[in-house]
Every structure is written in structure tokens, then in C-alpha cells.
């Protein structure tokens, strides 16, 4: 549907408690030379999905690979913080 060749990684919004889908999710998409942004959006919205694009935050750490939140200004590397 997207018109891209390389999907990377597709995730739905569910809800826990109820164990229903929310309607809403993410596509991971790697875009090659010749294939444009705009144009994955148009594919989708011509068949009747609502798009925006969504940035990672870099200064977002993970929880189980980062330093914790209560030893981060005391030690500079990960390793030895753990």
C-alpha cells in the first residue's frame, strides 16, 4: 500500500484492558533512491489512511539500556553507572 519496498517495522495501538485495537499505529519505512516521503503519503492517504510523520526523540533513553535517572549526573559511562 505504502508503493516503498523496505518496511522495517509495523506496530497497532491496543488497548490492555480490553484487548482491542485502537484504531491507530506505526509504520517504520527505509525509503530508496527514487521513492520520496510525499509520495508513501499520498498512497496512503488515497486510500483513506491519515498520515503524519513522527521524529524519535534523541535525548529520549531507553529504560534498560541507560543510566538511571537517579545516577545520571554522577556518572558519565553507562558501564560502570550499572
Not at 482491542?20 to 517504520?28: A, F, N, S
Not at 524519535?56 to 538511571?68: E, F, Q, S
Amino acid at each position: 500500500m505504502s508503493g516503498a519496498r523496505h518496511v522495517i517495522s509495523a506496530a497497532v495501538d491496543e488497548d490492555n484492558m480490553k484487548g482491542v485495537c485502537l484504531g491507530t499505529g506505526r509504520i517504520q519505512i527505509r525509503l530508496n533512491q527514487g521513492e520520496s516521503l510525499d509520495q508513501v503519503q499520498l498512497n496512503f492517504t488515497k486510500n483513506g489512511y491519515r498520515v503524519s510523520e513522527h521524529a524519535i526523540d534523541p535525548r529520549k533513553k531507553p529504560n534498560l539500556t541507560g543510566i538511571p535517572k537517579e545516577k545520571q549526573g554522577d556518572s558519565k559511562d553507562a558501564k560502570s553507572a550499572k
